[in-house]
């Protein structure tokens, strides 16, 4: 931090496993990756190259070898893994993340219907090649899984070897713990709690009022994920009190 101010919460330091932000890249130059990460990098844990972006992305090995010289962990997105699935190339998606250096792998089955017992051997077979996060949830907002169920799965994904499950929201936080408000479902992430590890969880979060809830609910060290790369100081600005939304947070009353 730039000077000192007292009554500020501690934030977990890098490179940390609890209190994580995963920021959602859909899109950026060569000269913006430098620029986010000069200006970022401090405060994010892991970047995802969205959806199926990795695919199209111009100049793809060039901008990964950027994050890798500022030490960033990056992964393809979870739609991208079940692109590669549904068209039986499941050997060519562990060529590809080899080919590109990638060590972190995300497990996901929000576009595909992949039996849950088949879905937890993916992540097993995934962990002997990197860090496995794996996204719980459909991206269909008619899909609704009652509590037990959120639970039933991340419980069981995480004993097949992921290092984090995701609570699915898609980039634009309408679905899954999200009504299509964008409001959260708050007794089924309170009863998900009941069950889960918090610091097992990334709660996918990209709009303020969302960010602002985990931060009241579970503290400044709470993980989460899909942040826009131009809202990664701002969100840590709020993680520590220094946003009027969290102001009075951590003053002593």
């Not at 050997?91 to 879905?119: F, L, Q, R, T, W």
Request: charged share 25%.
């Amino acid at each position: 931090m730039n000077f000192n101010l007292s009554q500020i919460p501690e934030r977990n330091k890098k490179p940390r496993n609890h209190g994580i932000t995963m920021v959602m890249y859909k899109g950026l130059s060569i000269n913006e990756v430098h620029n986010f990460l000069d200006v970022s990098g401090p405060h994010v844990d892991i970047v995802k190259l969205g959806f199926g972006t990795s695919f199209v992305t111009p100049k793809l090995r060039e901008k990964i070898e950027v994050y890798k010289e500022f030490g960033m962990p990056i992964y393809f997105g979870g739609t991208l893994f079940e692109a590669f699935l549904v068209r039986d190339q499941f050997d060519d998606y562990i060529a590809v993340c080899k080919d590109y250096g990638i060590d972190y792998v995300e497990v996901s089955d929000g576009s595909v219907n992949i039996p849950h017992a088949e879905k937890c051997g993916y992540i097993e077979k995934l962990t002997k090649f990197g860090t496995v996060l794996s996204e719980v949830g459909s991206k269909d907002a008619a899909h609704i899984i009652p509590p037990y169920k959120w639970i039933e799965l991340m419980r069981a994904e995480l004993e097949a070897g992921s290092t984090y499950v995701i609570a699915e929201a898609r980039e634009a936080g309408n679905v899954g713990i999200y009504r299509g408000t964008g409001e959260v479902r708050e007794g089924l992430v309170q009863e998900i709690l009941t069950q889960i590890p918090e610091e097992k969880i990334i709660w996918e979060a990209p709009q303020k009022a969302q960010q602002l809830y985990f931060l009241e609910l579970i503290g400044c060290n709470v993980n989460l994920g899909n942040i826009a790369p131009n809202e990664v100081i701002p969100l840590e600005a709020m993680r520590i009190g220094l946003r009027g939304d969290t102001f009075d947070l951590y003053l002593k009353k």
